[in-house]
């Protein structure tokens, strides 16, 4: 048997945040078993934890979604460093991810991590589709610092402004625009969409990945990451960030963001509480 660990990520409090399980010592599961156990779980990740590769790093990490596994991610890297500090591992730690090394730090304040891989524009979906993706008028979308973006830092996702909070809270996601929008701007991966408002430093923010059997998430490190470094080249300064996500279905999730400019880079930062562990048996 398997022992796996529940966590909620970036949340101090129980059934907040963004759901994790983290399997610690992977090495005992059938390989044909990992994309079956993240679909049952159903959250919007899994990692399955295995001795590293290179002895200088900690650990190799392979991340799971209900339906395929991703190189790169946010709040699984935060819940999976957490996790490993709760049962010994000392901090600082090298995670070897789809995305190369990437380094972690727990202390009594949470976690973070720090990525350099660089951002990859793909995209600029049209406005109007991007618009009717999130069941709103086009009208909403703010578009003076960016028009609407698919970019990614090692996982894709559709980056839109919009004017109002208000705009933000009313979305409600059209599939069928998204199979559409998927069919024009392939990514690879799904059409996720991340809509935010920005107010100077705090954002406000959704994220939408449907085909992905994820009709919302709660927190999105990789997407909150993503836009910190958009915003950064955009705007041609260092940001702090802060993210909260999650508050329009229930499960409130706090993210930061810091970002430099040269070289461009992202500092990541949460917290995770353990609410559950059990065994894998089949």
Known sequence: MTQYFVYDVFTDVPFGGNQLAVFPDAQGLPEDKLQSIAAEFNFSEVTFVYPPTDSANTARVRIFTPTTEVDFAGHPTIGTLIALSDIGYGSPMMLELGVGPLKGVVTEKGA???????????????????????????????????????????????????????????????????????????????????????????????????????????????????????????????????????????????????????????????QAVRTMAGQFIT
């Open 112 to 270: 973070a991590f720090t990525a350099s891989q660089g951002l990859e524009i793909l995209s600029h979906p049209d406005p109007a589709l991007v618009a009717e993706t999130l069941g709103l008028p086009e009208a909403s979308l703010k578009t003076d610092t960016h028009s609407p973006v698919q970019a990614s830092m090692g996982l894709p996702f559709t980056l839109v402004e919009l004017k109002t909070r208000g705009a933000l809270a009313s979305c409600d996601t059209n599939i069928d625009a998204i199979r559409r929008a998927n069919g024009l701007y392939p990514s690879g991966l799904d059409f996720a969409v991340f809509a935010y408002v920005r107010d100077g430093g705090d954002i406000h923010s959704r994220m939408f990945a449907p085909m992905d059997n994820i009709p919302e998430d709660p927190a999105t490190g990789s997407a909150s990451a993503t836009l910190a470094a958009l915003l950064t080249q955009t705007l041609g300064t260092p940001q702090n960030l802060a993210f909260v996500q999650g508050e329009d279905m229930g499960r409130p999730s706090y993210i930061g963001a810091q970002t430099t400019l040269v070289p461009l880079t992202v500092k990541i930062s949460g």
